[in-house]
């Protein structure tokens, strides 16, 4: 396997350069996150009580992958998809002091809030953000111990690519802990909506 990203750009077979622009769009245009009732719901009190009120604001994930990642002080995690930081922010805190978070997303407005939340949580000194597609992650190969994502990996068109790349940057007998939705039997017009690409 490559130590270097994949280069999503040499074929486009699926479209995928729209699907991500449809997506881009759509998460750029949100006004909040899905906020307190959310995070109620997937995290425990004890994390809640260490989130900014932004981070909570920007909740946009469907599970919490940091209660199943079983992270260590010292470790180096991605976070893929970062979005508002709330996974970025609970990472942080668990790999201690000398761990450190990579939070990754395509949209800088994005990593700016999860910089700032990250801040204001106190954890901002081991969180590092990168701008870039989870298809081809800016990142050395074997360079991360546990890579987390939250409702992320579904809004790739090359998921497959996508797992492929974690491996990569994966060390080894480092971790992967994803959580998401999957669905089978779509029919054409939901395939094919934009609407369902960005949810």
């Known amino acids: 396997m490559s130590d270097q990203p994949i280069d999503i750009q040499d074929r486009d077979l699926m479209h995928q350069k729209e699907i991500r622009k449809v997506v881009d769009r759509a998460y750029s245009a949100i006004a909040s996150g899905a906020g307190r009732t959310v995070v109620d719901h997937l995290y425990d009190s004890e994390q809640v009580a260490c989130l900014p009120p932004g981070a909570v604001e920007w909740a946009l994930g469907v599970g919490n992958p940091v209660r199943h990642a079983r992270l260590a002080q010292g470790a180096t995690v991605l976070d ?25 997303d395509t949209l800088e407005t994005m990593l700016e809030r999860a910089r700032v939340q990250s801040a204001a949580a106190g954890v901002g000194d081991r969180c590092d953000f990168l701008q870039g597609a989870m298809e081809a992650i800016p990142l050395a190969a074997s360079s991360v111990n546990v890579a987390i994502s939250n409702g992320v990996v579904n809004l790739s068109p090359r998921k ?17 802990c994803i959580v998401d939705f999957t669905v089978d039997d779509l029919p054409p017009e939901v395939l094919t909506s934009d609407a369902a690409w960005a949810g």
Do not use: H, N, S
């Open 80 to 104: 893929v998809g970062c979005g508002g930081g709330i996974d970025t922010i609970l990472a942080a805190r668990a790999v201690g002091a000398t761990g450190k978070v990579i939070g990754l």
């Open 160 to 176: 497959p690519r996508v797992l492929a790349e974690l491996r990569r940057v994966l060390r080894p007998g480092g971790r992967l």
